[in-house]
């Protein structure tokens, strides 16, 4: 028997610091809520709006597999590793913390506001050397499909880290349904709602509502307007 | 009262950070090493409630290390700490410290 937690937009904690808007589906900075601290590997998931040409400075990070997806704009980023580049709205970038890494990320752009989801998972191996990759998203193959943006293997699609998780990301007509089969014997899902109304094995989400599923081995999907897109992310309930 | 919180770690970058996360709370005080015997010292000298494990440390250094923190402190709290900011540093101290 399936189990579910429902996480609704407007219970996500909530910062606002000016140039930054931000909410946290699980507990973040001084957000604290000891019924949010995880979904099985899955940590972090921040919503942030940050306006132009502002940002993060340098800051450390460890042992952390960081994902960022801008939903609409551009991250300028720069880290110890040497690289520089900025991440549009349609790519995704992955940062395997490890054994240490410092980064910035600020919006690239000086007059439009940029939105971007931050996810962090922990490893499944601790001290790896730190690893940077960002990928430009198949977005006409996420039409009715829940296209696979990550994944644990640099030979699949997407972009890897480490830990045995794959992410979907898709964008579905009105009344389009499907079946999501999870990857791994044991793994969790859980729905993000980017924008739109849909139905998750039963369950209504709307826009930026969380569903986390476990103890099953897939989920049903009904896209309930014409709007509708999902994250997706499918990965171990055990914590390493 | 406060609570002490030692923080041993590898990268001195990230320890200089957690030193000034720690302390910018009155009611933390914070003492971060990079060394393992550092640590020990600092456990030797006076009453810890908390330490946190950082980045670095590998499995076999680790298991020896809360090995020799529990001989000195036995009823000391250890955790993980990951990701080397102020992100998840709150929630993982309230969390431990129940």
């Known amino acids: ?240 | 009262m406060q609570t002490t919180i030692l923080y041993i770690g590898r990268d001195t970058e990230i320890t200089i950070v957690m030193n000034r996360l720690l302390n910018a709370r009155p009611e933390w005080k914070g003492i971060c090493v990079c060394t393992d015997e550092e640590g020990i010292s600092i456990c030797k000298e006076q009453e810890i409630d908390l330490i946190l494990l950082g980045n670095g440390i590998n499995q076999e250094e680790e298991t020896q290390l809360r090995n020799k923190l529990l001989a000195l402190r036995p009823k000391v709290k250890i955790i993980q700490h990951y990701g080397g900011g102020s992100g998840l540093l709150y929630g993982e101290i309230m969390t431990a410290l129940g």
């Not at chain 1, 991250?75 to 980064?103: L, P, R």
């Not at chain 1, 996420?142 to 998780?165: E, R, T």
């Open chain 1, 1 to 240: 028997m399936s189990q579910f937690i429902l996480h609704k937009e407007n219970t996500r904690g909530h910062a606002n610091h000016g140039w930054l808007n931000a909410h946290h589906s699980f507990s973040f900075a001084n957000y604290y809520n000891p019924e949010r601290m995880h979904f099985g590997v899955l940590r972090v998931l921040n919503d942030d709006l940050i306006d132009g040409g502002m940002g993060f400075g340098t800051h450390p990070h460890d042992n952390m597999e960081i994902i960022t997806i801008p939903l609409a704009g551009a991250i300028a980023h720069k880290d110890s590793m040497g690289n520089s580049a900025v991440i549009k709205s349609g790519e995704i970038q992955v940062m395997s913390a490890g054994t240490g890494v410092s980064h910035s990320e600020y919006n690239a752009l000086a007059d439009e506001q940029l939105n971007l989801l931050q996810i962090w998972l922990f490893p499944n191996k601790k001290n790896v050397t730190p690893r940077y990759d960002q990928q430009t998203l198949d977005v006409e193959a996420m039409h009715n499909n829940f296209q696979q943006i990550l994944s644990p293997s640099a030979d699949d699609a997407g972009v890897w880290i480490q830990q045995d998780a794959w992410f979907s990301l898709g964008k579905f007509d009105e009344g389009f349904e499907t079946e999501y089969k999870i990857k791994k014997a044991g793994n969790g899902v859980y729905a993000f709602v980017i924008s739109g109304e849909v139905t998750i094995d039963g369950q209504t989400l709307s826009k930026r509502d969380g569903l986390g599923i476990w103890d099953t081995d897939s989920i049903s999907f009904k896209a309930n307007t014409a709007d509708a897109q999902v994250l997706l992310m499918d990965l171990p309930m055990e914590l390493n």
